[in-house]
C-alpha cells in the first residue's frame, strides 16, 4: 500500500516531545510554542508568529483581526481549499470569486482588477500547490485602490517569490503544519504579521480575549484556538529540518517529471515560472477528460495507491449555492481542473523505488484508456 500522504520524523521530534511529557508542560503555557512563534515568523522573514490549532483557525483570526466592515467584498480565487471562504463568510463578509491561470493552478491575476467594486476591502492570495502566486501585480492593485492582503501560505514553507519567503508578503499571512504540510505540527497554523497592534490583536482573539489584569472580564467574543507545547515541540523540530524537507519534496516533483513526462493526456506540474521554481506541496496531474481522470484513480485505488481529488470550486459549493451566495459566472479553467485534476503520493515518507513504482502504474493506466 502506498497512502497518498506519509509523514516523516528524522530529527528531534521525539526527544521535544519527551520533554514535553518529563516536564509536564503540556498546554499552550509551554516554552516550546514561544519557540516555534520566535523560529518560525524568524524563517519566514515577519516580525511576529501567533501560533494557533490549524490552519484554518490562523485565517478566522486573521481576517477578524483586520477588522473589515461587515458586507465588504473579499477577492479569493474559487478554486482553493474552502477555509479563507469559510472565514470571508463567517466574518460576513462577501467572497467574489476569480478564475485560475491553466498553467500555475494560482488566481489569474488578470482577472483581479476587473472584479474590484467600491466596496472591496481585501484580496486573500491562496498559493496552490507548489508555486506562487505572481504578486508583484497583486501589492500593486492593492497599493492602488488601498486593498488589504491576507496571503493564504499554507502550502508554502519554504518557497520563495522573486528570492523573498512566500509568507512574507501583504498585511498578514498564515501557515497550517497539518501531516500532509512540508513542516507538521499533528494540527497546528501560525499567523505572521509585520503590525505590532495586529499581532496583538490576534494573540488576544485566538485565547479566548482574556484581557490583561481582568483575565475572566471579557469585552469581544473570540476563540479557543491555542497551539498545544506538544505540537509547537514537533514543530521547532520540524523547522530544525526545513531545508531538507524542502529538498526532498523538489527531488520527488523531479522524480515524477522525469518519470511521467511525454504523456499527451495528463498535464504535469508547470515546472518554474519567472519568479519561482515548484516546490511540489502535492504532486498534481490534470487529466484530458474527467473520465480518465476518474479510470486513473480507480485503477490506482485499486493497487492500493491513494490519490485525492483536486480541490472543488467554491462557486460549486453545495452550501454557498444554498446560500445564494455566487451568480452564474462560469471559471472554466478552475472548473476543468476541479474535474479532471487529482494529485499522487508526494509524501516525505516515499521512497525512490515507490514513485517508480507509482509512476509505472500511472502510465500503465494511461495506455490502457
Ligand atoms: C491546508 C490548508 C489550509 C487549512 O489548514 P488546516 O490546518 O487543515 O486547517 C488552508 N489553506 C490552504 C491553502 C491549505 O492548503
Redesign the pocket.
Known sequence: MIPVNTPHFSGNEKKYLNECIDTGWISSEGSFVKRFESEFSTYIGRKHGIAVC????A?DVALRALNLEKGSEVIVPTF??I??VQSLVNEGLTPVLVDSDEQTWNMDVNQIEARISSKTRAIVI???YGLPVDMNPILELAKRYDLKIVE?A??MHGQEYNGKKCGSFGDISIF???PN?HITTG???MILTDDDALAERCQYLKNLCFQPGRRFVHSEIGWNYRMTNMQAALGVAQLEQVETIVSRKREIGARYNSNLTGIQKLQLPWRQTDYAENIYWVYGLVAESEELAQKIQKDLGNLKIGTRPFFWCMHEQPVFLKMGLFGNEPYPVAEKMARNGFYIPSGLGLTNDQIDEVSQRLLESVNNG
Open positions: 490549524n490552519g484554518s483557525a485565517l482553493t481549499i477555509s479563507p491562496v498559493h496552490i493564504d499554507a502550502e497550517s503544519f497539518y504540510k494540527e497546528g497554523g
